[in-house]
């Protein structure tokens, strides 16, 4: 599930072009991730360690750093599909010209 835009804090998500997967546009997500640590929706609060070492804290909670903004946004941000090899592909009528039979 694309969960990646909605974890961006609101000043990068409003200013930054979010490479997405899926284009998720719901008015009101819901994160769908079982792994606690992806989960979005969740209001992390402790510091936590980053992989150099730093630390990196969320004074108020990661809610209040993440916002409420939308997971993509058609009119800066880009869809990167998920790839498949080309054999997935070949039934798909996207493939063929218009007016072509099926």
């Not at 000043?11 to 998720?24: D, F, M, Q």
């Not at 946004?73 to 798909?92: G, H, M, N, R």
Request: with cysteine.
């Amino acid at each position: 599930h694309d969960e990646g835009g909605r974890w961006a804090p609101r000043g990068v998500a409003a200013n930054a072009i979010i490479l997405s997967h899926w284009g998720r546009m719901d008015a009101q997500p819901h994160s769908s991730s079982r792994y606690m640590a992806d989960n979005w929706e969740s209001d992390w609060k402790s510091s936590i360690r980053a992989p150099d070492g730093a630390v990196w804290s969320f004074e108020g909670g990661s809610r209040r750093m993440i916002g409420h903004h939308p997971c993509y946004d058609p009119a800066k941000d880009i869809v990167v599909p998920v790839f498949k090899p080309p054999s997935a592909l070949t039934s798909s009528p996207f493939l063929r010209p218009p007016g072509s039979p099926s």
